[in-house]
Structure formats: C-alpha cells, structure tokens
C-alpha cells in the first residue's frame, strides 16, 4: 500500500467524521471544493462511488461503508505499529493509571512507583486501590495488578512472578500458645481469616504442604475481615495466625516482627499478572512499567520472575 493510499484511508475516514464535504473541508483547513476533488480523485482510483451526495444528503454507498470500516482497521494498525516502533526509544511522558490490591499497592507497588517516578519525572501517576484488586478499564486504568488469573475479555494479560501464601504469628502469640507441631493442630489455635469482600465468604480451607502431600486444614477463625491489611496488623499484635501472601508479610519476616510457622512448607501459589488493556501495552510508559516492576518484585517476597 502506497503513502497516497494511506493518505486517502485517512482522508476519507475524516470525511465520513465530519458528515458533509464542508464540514471536512473545515477540519482539514481547505475548501469544499478540494474535499470534492479528492473524494473524485480516490472513485476514479477504485472505480467506484463512495459517497452518494446532493445538496441535502449526505451518505456512503456500500462500497463507501466498506472502504471506510476497513480503512478504520487498516490506519488503527499502521498507527499501532508505529506506536510500537517509536515507543522504544521515546521516554515515557504523560499520565499512567495503574489498579492495585490494597496491601500489595501500599506495602510493595507505592514504594516502587516512587523510584519509578524519580526515573520518569515526565509522567504523572495514578494509583487506585482495591480490596481484591479487581477493575474495569472503564477506570480508565493503563495497567491492573491482578494476584490470580484475570479474565477480561481484550486484554494483553503478562505473567510477572508468583508468591505463595504462608503461616505465620507473632513472637509473642508463640510465646503464650507455643508452635503447631503439624498442620492438624491449627485447629486448636487462634486462627485469622480473611472473608470475600462481597459475598462474606469465609477463606478458611488453608493448605500447606510440600512438592508429594499437601494438607488441607479448615479453621475456625477467632477473627476475620474482609481486609486484608486488618489481618495483617491481627497478626502483627498478637491475635493468632495468619495465613498469609508471602509477598505482604516477607519484611516483617525478616525483621522478626512475625514468624514463619512450617517454614519448610508452603501455601498456596498464587501468580501476579499485568493486565493491560488492547494495544496499551504499546505505550511507552506502560512497557516501562511493565518492565522496571518484574526485577523489583523478585525482591519483595516473589518466588521468580514470568
């Protein structure tokens, strides 16, 4: 396809926009009777009439709708791909709306939009957070971090790494209750658990486990929440134990603050996705993104990288 061919895709998309030759003729800043003669030049060039046109209507012939909606689809992808081509060497402006869970935004995905941002003084960001980090596009978000498979229909969907959820209670619940000796005897402890934040459905089947047998366990909780954070301070304070995403806890591991109970079993493996909206992962601030999160999650409690 020739640049004149481009050209006239384009054209003649305005022209249909625009809804009469003068209204066109103004958009384009030239006259109507230039309009005409390109709309003239491009039916010579096909052999074919697309716009059926008098002094009171205006509208396409079905030649005229086709050239038009695969015209639309034919631009969108040049204009794509371009998109994609310039975006490796332009550096990342604008704004960039990023959805996150709530404790996974706070604790790991704020911290790092902070570097991120010192990098990128061009870019404004946004961050929205959501008990189960579940949105729409409609947010008008660029990238959603999803912990667990999304499912939304159009979306670019990347693997970035996977944590796994882990047992654990503070120094001083241990002190006062002392250590399961096998995951049978959570029974007998105070247990936290989480609850879905719409349905209240209580999360208390937990598993743990190794590579040849896993256990599953069904507490009853003490205390539950539908937040994941209040769960988080529980443990922290003393309450009982948590079952935990590794990836919210891992600091307060390495600090002392909790303890990882069964450290030579795991939990439940739960990956992190981006979720990306159509073609947003051509941009340049989203690939920047995308791309800067994966080694930075490798050091906040995730096990490896997508």
């Known amino acids: 396809?020739?640049?004149?061919?481009?050209?006239?895709?384009r054209f003649f998309s305005a022209l249909v926009d625009a809804g009469s030759l003068t209204a066109a003729a103004r958009?384009?800043?030239?006259?109507?009777?230039?309009?005409?003669?390109?709309?003239?030049?491009?039916?010579?060039?096909?052999?074919?009439?697309?716009?059926?046109?008098?002094?009171?209507?205006?509208?396409?012939?079905?030649?005229?709708?086709?050239?038009?909606?695969?015209?639309?689809?034919?631009?969108?992808?040049?204009?794509?791909l371009e998109e994609e081509i310039s975006s490796s060497t332009r550096a990342p402006r604008g704004t960039l709306g990023i959805g996150a869970p709530v404790e996974l935004g706070r604790r790991q995905i704020a911290p790092f939009i902070e570097a991120f941002s010192a990098r990128h003084p061009k870019l404004n960001i946004n961050l929205a957070l959501a008990s189960e980090g579940v949105y729409d596009f409609s947010d008008s978000l660029d990238v959603v971090l999803r912990l667990g498979l999304p499912d939304t229909p159009g979306a670019v969907v990347t693997r970035l790494a996977s944590t796994m959820r882990v047992l654990c209670a503070s120094p001083d619940y241990i002190r006062r209750r002392s250590l399961p000796a096998h995951p049978r005897e959570l029974v007998r402890h105070d247990c936290l658990c989480l609850r879905r934040n719409k349905t209240m459905a209580l999360l208390n089947r937990w598993a743990i486990g190794?590579?040849?047998?896993?256990?599953?366990?069904?507490?009853?909780?003490?205390?539950?929440?539908?937040?994941?954070?209040i769960i988080h301070d529980w443990a922290l304070s003393g309450q009982g134990i948590a079952y935990k995403l590794l990836c919210d806890v891992y600091q307060d591991l390495e600090e002392g603050k909790l303890v990882r109970i069964f450290p030579d079993l795991?939990?439940?493996?739960?990956?992190?996705?981006?979720?990306?909206?159509?073609?947003?992962?051509?941009?340049?601030?989203?690939?920047?993104?995308?791309?800067?999160?994966?080694?930075?999650?490798?050091?906040?409690?995730?096990?490896?990288?997508?």
């Open 1 to 9: 396809m020739s640049y004149d061919e481009i050209g006239d895709l």
């Open 266 to 306: 795991q939990g439940e493996k739960i990956d992190l996705y981006a979720v990306l909206p159509g073609r947003q992962h051509t941009r340049a601030s989203v690939r920047a993104f995308v791309n800067e999160l994966r080694p930075y999650i490798r050091t906040a409690g995730f096990m490896d990288q997508g």
């Open 27 to 80: 958009g384009l800043g030239t006259s109507p009777a230039a309009v005409s003669r390109r709309l003239a030049r491009i039916e010579a060039r096909l052999g074919s009439t697309l716009v059926i046109r008098n002094t009171r209507h205006f509208g396409l012939s079905e030649t005229g709708r086709l050239y038009y909606e695969r015209g639309l689809a034919i631009v969108a992808e040049i204009d794509y």
């Open 210 to 229: 190794n590579d040849t047998e896993t256990e599953v366990v069904t507490v009853e909780p003490r205390l539950s929440a539908t937040n994941a954070e």
